[in-house]
């Protein structure tokens, strides 16, 4: 599948320039489809849950693939906050997080809520809209237990030195946290060569699933240092075989931290994996950082202020710096061209099912 083939598929680039899947992303007619299935056979009691079950697993084999790593190293985790938080409860007094003051609070309070604890959260400063990897130094010193960052940021679209935050961690003691809800299924993220130890996302960004299906990934390492809060039968070697007894025995993967699927949205994200995978991430992310490679430069034939990040730091997301964000969103709008006020500028966010056009529409309209 082309780009183009996947935005054929896309009612909302019908009705306007979309660049707004940094809030969500806009549903593909198959995965509409595929909910409206569900609804029907849920309605007539016509499918046996086991049915239901096994999409799930289908999903962790379709996201295990766009890290290119083990379905075994997956966990269905649906929301951020959850999963960071099922690590930060595990951190002891005296242990050390880093983050960034700039971070989405799904990946910020989690572990600033264990200083009560006794666990210090050293918070990095951001500087022109992105933070310096000697400040990260600075701040983890020679021992921390988690640096905690964003894939790239939700204000404004910073894409965060993965492999030198990484190496900064290990040498450290400590292991990566990658909150990738603002990332996974946009670029391409691969812990053999960014080096993170934990990854969590939802789906209904950039994955453009729906909300309340996620993933975990955690590498065996990680897997061997911290152990699931909360368990059921989906932590389970035989999830469906495990509902009665006093005996656990929990899976030996990633599996064991396990949340129970939605089944609803697992059916549904089954489909949208299934299409980002059919173009290929690779390809997405070219794509991707295209559209936002021409929006930049016709901001600067513009005269409008944008951040001026190296080019390796920048993500599929552009931030605009406007007097008025709200009213400036809203006059978009009415040209038809969707976008967010975020912190204090307007944010535009290019995907796959978006092209030139959608560019050129917003950069008439933004003046």
């Avoid at 988690?146 to 290990?170: C, K, T, Y």
């Avoid at 060569?193 to 990934?217: E, H, Q, V």
Wanted: glycine residues 8%; contains cysteine; aromatic residues 8%.
């Amino acid at each position: 599948m082309t780009p183009a083939e996947l935005r054929a598929l896309v009612p909302a680039v019908r009705e306007s320039a979309y660049l707004d899947t940094a809030t969500y992303g806009p549903a593909a007619e198959p995965v509409v489809a595929v909910i409206r299935d569900f609804i029907d056979s849920w309605s007539r009691g016509t499918t046996r849950f086991e049915v239901w079950e096994s999409v799930g697993e289908d999903c962790r084999g379709l996201f295990a693939a766009l890290l290119n790593v083990s379905p075994d190293d997956i966990a269905a985790q649906p929301f951020v906050s959850t999963a960071a938080g099922t690590i930060a409860a595990q951190l002891q007094p005296g242990d050390r997080v880093v983050v960034n003051e700039r971070e989405f609070a799904s990946n910020l309070w989690p572990w600033l809520h264990q200083r009560e604890r006794g666990v210090e959260v050293a918070v990095v400063p951001v500087r022109a809209g992105r933070s310096e990897v000697a400040d990260y130094a600075a701040a983890a010193g020679d021992r921390v237990a988690i640096i905690a960052v964003s894939a790239f940021q939700s204000s404004n679209g910073w894409r965060a030195p993965l492999r030198q935050l990484a190496d900064l961690a290990h040498s450290a003691g400590g292991m990566l946290f990658v909150d990738a809800c603002q990332g996974a299924g946009a670029i391409r993220l691969d812990p053999a060569i960014d080096g993170f130890d934990l990854l969590a996302t939802d789906s209904y960004k950039w994955l453009m699933g729906p909300r309340g299906a996620g993933y975990m990934y955690l590498s065996p390492e990680a897997r061997a240092r911290f152990r699931p809060l909360s368990v059921g039968p989906h932590a389970g070697r035989r999830p469906l075989g495990s509902y009665y007894g006093v005996e656990m025995n929990l899976s030996d993967t990633a599996s064991r931290f396990d949340a129970s699927p939605s089944w609803i949205s697992v059916a549904a994200d089954r489909e949208a994996l299934r299409l980002l995978t059919g173009v290929g991430i690779e390809t997405i992310e070219a794509h991707d950082l295209h559209l936002a490679a021409r929006f930049r430069t016709g901001l600067n034939e513009l005269g409008v202020e944008t951040d001026a990040f190296p080019e390796a730091e920048r993500s599929p997301v552009v931030a605009v710096a406007v007097a008025n964000p709200a009213e400036t969103v809203t006059r978009l709008a009415a040209a038809g061209v969707v976008a967010a006020h975020r912190a204090n500028g307007v944010r535009f966010a290019f995907h796959v099912f978006n092209n030139e056009s959608d560019v050129d529409r917003a950069l008439e309209a933004l003046p």
